[in-house]
């Protein structure tokens, strides 16, 4: 298939956009996160990078859609020191994936608290500017991998290459970790991860004794609060919590329900067997 021009992407991009009931700027940012999802096997399979796996609500949005919260930045785990990770994802990008390039700016931001570094990076379509997403790189340890096969539509009508299938933290560990992030002393900003947690619970994906198990595992290690942890959302949390959830069609609507539901799957979680 021979590339398109820039300008015949853009106008593809909004048919597909308006054929298939999608938001436009949605549909674009799932471009880009694939194309840094092909440019990141690319370098394992060159031996750049030993491997890599996608967190956080990109990873949701790969499995689940529409049917995940919408997010505008990549969380990637990558094995090494902060230093190490970013020298080996500026190589990593080096390669380019198909008619896609890759430009960071600015400076990285160390972020302590999460072991991580942020970065601010361009994605060009023949080195055309297509968007701007941040970038998150944090470590990765022995953490399971699952390969993970993108259900984002769209992108075969563009015509453009899908990178398949893709590296996610396992559902399990990233269960745990949402469980971890969302009860603990920095879980400012956290109530996104609430709602992550009960639509994989919501749409059947969650095991509970193998989450059990992680959680357990993760608890231990970071050692900032204790599992099962206890289930009291900050009033806070209630405008975004509501909003989320009537946004993804989610059967609770309010706080308190949404609180109820999810004590609930944390009593489950905790005493599976």
Not at 35 to 55: D, M, P
Not at 56 to 75: C, H, Q, S, Y
Not at 107 to 128: H, Q
């Given at each position: 298939?021979?590339?398109?021009?820039?300008?015949?992407?853009?106008?593809?991009?909004?048919?597909?956009?308006?054929?298939?009931?999608?938001?436009?700027?949605?549909?674009?940012?799932?471009?880009?996160?694939?194309?840094?999802?092909?440019?990141?096997?690319?370098?394992?399979?060159?031996?750049?990078?030993?491997?890599?796996?996608?967190?956080?609500?990109?990873?949701?949005?790969?499995?689940?859609?529409?049917?995940?919260?919408?997010?505008?930045?990549?969380?990637?785990?990558?094995?090494?020191?902060?230093?190490?990770?970013?020298?080996?994802?500026?190589?990593?990008?080096?390669?380019?994936?198909?008619?896609?390039?890759?430009?960071?700016?600015?400076?990285?931001?160390?972020?302590?608290?999460?072991?991580?570094?942020?970065?601010?990076?361009?994605?060009?379509?023949?080195?055309?500017?297509?968007?701007?997403?941040?970038?998150?790189?944090?470590?990765?340890?022995?953490?399971?991998?699952?390969?993970v096969e993108p259900t984002i539509p769209g992108l075969n009508a563009m015509g453009l290459r899908i990178p398949s299938p893709v590296r996610c933290l396992n559902l399990s560990e990233q269960v745990a970790q949402k469980l971890h992030a969302c009860t603990g002393p920095y879980s400012k900003g956290r109530a996104r991860d609430v709602l992550d947690i009960l639509l994989i619970d919501l749409l059947g994906k969650m095991n509970v004794m193998a989450v059990r198990v992680a959680a357990e595992h993760v608890f231990e290690q970071r050692a900032t609060h204790r599992f099962p942890p206890e289930i009291k959302l900050p009033v806070e949390w209630k405008p975004e919590l509501e909003a989320l959830a009537n946004e993804l069609g989610y059967p609770a609507t309010t706080a308190a329900e949404i609180e109820a539901r999810f004590r609930k799957c944390v009593e489950r979680i905790a005493s599976a067997n």
């Open positions: 298939m021979s590339p398109r021009p820039p300008e015949r992407l853009e106008k593809t991009l909004a048919r597909v956009a308006r054929e298939q009931g999608l938001a436009q700027e949605r549909l674009r940012r799932w471009v880009s996160f694939l194309a840094l999802c092909g440019v990141l096997e690319r370098a394992v399979h060159e031996g750049i990078l030993s491997n890599y796996y996608l967190k956080g609500g990109v990873a949701m949005e790969l499995r689940f859609a529409e049917g995940a919260r919408a997010t505008k930045d990549v969380d990637i785990g990558l094995a090494g020191e902060r230093a190490e990770r970013l020298q080996n994802f500026r190589s990593a990008l080096a390669l380019g994936f198909d008619e896609f390039s890759f430009q960071l700016k600015g400076k990285p931001l160390s972020m302590d608290n999460a072991d991580a570094v942020r970065l601010e990076l361009g994605v060009l379509y023949r080195t055309r500017a297509w968007q701007t997403i941040d970038v998150d790189l944090g470590p990765a340890g022995s953490d399971a991998v699952d390969f």
